[in-house]
């Protein structure tokens, strides 16, 4: 062997090493390959672990509520070997691990943060049909927990035992403070002067005093008698609350409470004042017209209605309001009370309603009412039955056949259509009654009228028509047997006989007479009112009543309606009433004019008249019988413009062929149609989706269907549309089909509701997202606040208010609103002000007076006030308080000029110049009711400090919702992040990867039951981009692939 070695050829030893070293070379070369790719794979899969951790967050947060910031914070102080398992090599190129690091340093390895790695906008998103991405919006947000607990407990205990005392002197050294340190220089004050929001603020203040004033009224109540509800029950105290309301209207008033009369006296009430001014202006010895008697009993109507002292019930109108709120706010949130009934006949006890019973709003019931019907359509449902469906049914709808005695139903919103309904009822008896005593009294006084009527009428004649020639005499009015007519003639004396230009004949009196007819029409007119305001009412208290089985027809309007027109036209088209013969003596006969109808034609009647004139050379005459009858040639061409007609030659024909369409026309047009307006109120205020419109949409739209529905929409054109003219007045005809009137009816809820408006529906509503100023959720950590929806943010209340109330059964959240009053009153204070060089400024706002007059100098300016504007309040001498017309105090503000600590500002809250008192009826007195520091003497000291425990519980609750902070996070730990953060509830897959992106699916293997995550799915796909090359990556998308759009 040794031989053959010895023996062999030098260059295949040099072979063989050289094929030993490559092999070792590719050898090495593989092991570093496979090693280099292993750390590859390991690195890749460190980010995906390590991002997965917070892509789980952001979809945990989305779709089970989990709260993303704190887990975020509590991952990043775990140990990497708590949370990845001893094996987890975190350092590609160090394989030996510290495992003590903790999850915070991965992070900040790999992203370039320890905290906060995921961005905020980041949104979970889907890919639509065009594989565009879109992001989701429709998720949760989180609970309220803030990020610095400490910051926000710290606040909420001073702000508590800050209002142990808010003393003037406390609230000096405040706006001392703020003065040093807020408007120390001219740039702060330029600040605070640009503030759009403080300046819309004070403006809405300032020009707006008229309805400050009313709500100041309204929130400043008389204090409740303290045995106000005993022994009622709460349908009794209803009717108590509405009793009051008419007393203060009507002057009558009831011991006892068992029915609700504020519909029947409101509407004798109005009908007596009425009928009286009336009787007043009629008996009247004045010589006046008739027409001015009417204008006179108008205008009186008129001056009584609008300058009667309506501010006389605010009292007991705010008193009626608060137990309604209260009492439909108690039946939402007790869900025991399966009807209205069984809350209505409950005793009011003074411990069970102890809010309502001391005159205050328990804010705990009204949040926890309100965030109910803002959460579901059954809760809007319960406050819906609550305020409508208790009323008597018997009482709710009625008509012009039946008048219930009594319509009083305990809700006053029902009473007030009731009230309506019954005093046009009861108006329109009322004038059939009077028509009908006319009746009699004409037929027994029919030949004393019949002269007085002869004689206007002679009266008339002499003094009209003599204008036309001085050579017309009037003759006598014959007397006839027949003495329902009267016969009036114009003649010329002759010397054998008369010579006739005017012979007509008039039934005044009689069946057919002129006064029957019109009276018969004034009876239509009131059975048509009748019946329409009926039906209308009626079915305005079916869509709030919501009743399964109404019996409302429409169809009697329009039969109604139809006889009006019928009435009417036997009126004007009636010949044998009136019939009237004009000639040139016995030479021709000019016109025969036969009805009212015959008058209007007039002026087609008189070419013949004018073609004689122009024979006899009379032709200067023809200007003065143009001028005579051109009112009826303007009635005439109205009529065609208006498409009643087409041609006005042809008046007594065409007109009467469309009124008798017209008359068989409308009832007909409403029996092909559906007769009731199937409005559902509860599916238009809590629609299935927030693209729904706004609630009054549906009602337009199904109201304008049923007026002018499609089937009918040519007859429309043809008979309706003349009318609809007629009442726009539309001369020039650009109304061309009555679908244009049937569309702007359709569009007309956007009249109503405008698009910016925020009360559309109640999704609308609860879906509104308040938008907090982001400085102050960042200065206390709450970021997760922003944006939230009003729903949200009542949820949000309602659980810690409740959470507290259950540990704390004694406590109570009642404030008496009357301190609501004192704030108003503040904000409606206007001043007198004389300035340094004598200038007066009067009857000014305060708020706004101290804001335009604003200034960052002070006191220490006196010896070189150069600088100061002239406008500054630094140069008030004195100030007067106006705080009604009797109560002023003035302010000599010279007093205090070398007195550093105090400046005009303090006028602002109302601190007296001795700081050891507020000014009564100031901002500051105002806070003393509510917060406590009014004096002991001071006469609403009690109402202050029971104030000041509802507003201190308010912090209470905060402070006890942040004490259980800790409990809360590891009860909310243990259900969701314990159950579905872990390991074993996921699962990743690598999709690709480079130096830029790495693309991976990450699968939820346990998901709970709720609707959100139903929707969004269980498969996301996660991107990790690096775009700059850069030590850090970013996740860029979290895509649900699952997603139901």
Known sequence: MKKSVKKAKPWIISLIVVFAFISGFLFFIKSYVDSSKQNYINKIQNYIDASSYLAKSKILKNVEDLNEDYVNQKLSEQYIEQEFGKDFIWKPENNNTNLNNKVSDIYRTYFGKSIDVIEKDLKLQYRDNDKNLVDITDLKNGEFIPKNIDKIATLSKSSEDFLNGFSPSFASLGLSLFKSQVIKNQDNLNKIKNNQFLKQIVDFINNNQPLIKLLTKIFSTKKLEKNYYKDLTIKQAFNKNINLINTSLTNKSYEKHDEDHFADDLSDFVIENVTKIVKEEWNKQDKIEIIDKFKNIFNRLKDYFFKFDYLKIVDNLFRYVQSELYFSMYYVVNEDLTDPSQLLDQKIEDKKFKALVNNKLDFSLLINGLTKVLESKKYTTRLLDFLFKRADKSKIYFDHHKIPENVGTSSLILDLINFVQKTILKTNKLIRDAIEGLEDYIEKNMYELRNKITTYIRSFLDKNVSKFSNSVHFGYIHNSEDYNKLNVQIYTWGWITNFYYVDANIYIFGKDGLITKIFDLFKQIGNSISATSSNTFNYLKYVLYRDSSPVIDFK???????????????????????????RITFL???ANIKGIYGVINLPNELDSLKDLLKTFGLSSFIKKVEDGVKPLQNILDLLKEFGFINDTKEFLKEFDEYVKKII??????YQSVNTLLNYDLISNLYPKNSNTTDFANDFTTKLAEFLFPKTNQTDDDKLLLPVIRLVRFDRNKKITSVSQIKQALADYSKKIISKKSLFKNLINIRDFKIELPDIVLQHLGIENLKNLTILELLQIISKYINQFINHNQNESLSF???????????????????????KKVENKNLIKALYDDLDSFDHKNDENNKGRPEASYYNWDFITFKFSEKDKKTIDLKQIKNDFSYSPLHLLLGIDLNKAQYIKNTIGYALGTLIGGLTKTDENYQLAN?????????????????????????????????????????????ISSNDKEIKYYLIRKLTSDNEINKKVGNRFEITLTNDQNASYWKISNIIALDYKH
């Open 816 to 838: 008496d609103l009357s301190s609501v009053g004192y704030f108003l009153q503040a904000l409606s204070t206007t001043v007198d002000i004389t300035y340094s060089n004598n």
């Open 588 to 590: 021709k006969q000019i």
């Open 556 to 582: 009697d309007n329009f039969e109604e309606i139809a006889k009006l027109i019928k009435v009417g036209n036997e009126l004007f088209s009636n010949q044998k009433m009136l019939n009237i013969d004009l």
């Open 664 to 669: 068989e026309y409308l009832p007909k047009k």
């Open 946 to 990: 029971e104030n000041k425990k509802a507003v201190i519980t308010i912090f209470s609750i905060l402070n006890f919702t942040l004490k259980n902070y800790q409990s809360i996070l590891k009860d909310l730990e243990y259900k969701k992040a314990g159950v579905y953060y872990k390991k074993d509830s996921w699962q990743t897959q690598l």
